[in-house]
Structure formats: C-alpha cells, structure tokens
Nanobody, 118 residues
C-alpha cells in the first residue's frame, strides 16, 4: 500500500493562494485531490492521469491547477483566487483515471485543512 503525506494547508484570506503537496512512498499512477467541507460529502476537486491529463470540478476550473512530478512521486494542487467556500479538508489520493476521464480513488492520505476567510 502506498503511503501518502499531504502538506501545504493553512489559513488564507479570500483571493489568496495556497499550494498543496502530496508525496507518495512509491511510484504514482493516477492521482487526485478530494475535499470535504463540514456537513458535506467528499467531492473530487481535481485528478491527473499518469500521462498528465487533468480534469477539474466546475467550481475550481480556472482557479486550481493540478500537476505532478513523477521523479519525486509528488502531486501538487495550486489554488488561486481562493473563496470561503473552498474551506475544507483536502485529501490526496492515488487511483486510476480511465481514458474517459473518470477517476477512481484507491488509497487516501490523512488530509490537510484549508481555511479561507472572507
């Protein structure tokens, strides 16, 4: 089982930026970020295939960018123009992305808190 360690969460004012990192203990394939806000279901934020194809939730398109460094077994989530509704625990995961773009998470990290104040 691959171990995933997230970092980079914190508190920021609306309009600010944060970059999340997720380091995997082994070779990475498809990777993704989910988030869960208080009282809400966990939702996919962004995912990236082993070849670098990415997809995003509509709510973050144009503001968030997912990227990966295969040499470091690390995936990143650059979050710009943050809004209070982006406040959530963000979870990194390793999974499988089909050619259709559908992403299936397999293993999860522990999560990192992102808080955006207005």
């Amino acid at each position: 089982q691959v171990q995933l360690v997230e970092s980079g969460g914190g508190s920021v004012q609306a309009g600010g930026s944060l970059r999340l990192s997720c380091a995997a203990s082994g070779r990475i394939t498809g990777m993704g970020w989910y988030r869960q806000a208080p009282g809400k279901s966990r939702e996919l934020v962004a995912a990236i295939s082993s070849g670098g194809s990415a997809n995003y939730a509509d709510s973050v398109k144009g503001r968030f960018t997912i990227s990966r460094d295969n040499g470091k077994n690390t995936v990143y989530l650059q979050m710009n123009s943050l809004k209070p509704e982006d406040t959530a625990i963000y979870y990194c995961n390793i999974g499988v992305m089909l050619t259709s773009g559908t992403y299936y998470p397999i293993d999860w990290g522990q999560g990192t808190q992102v808080t955006v104040s207005s």
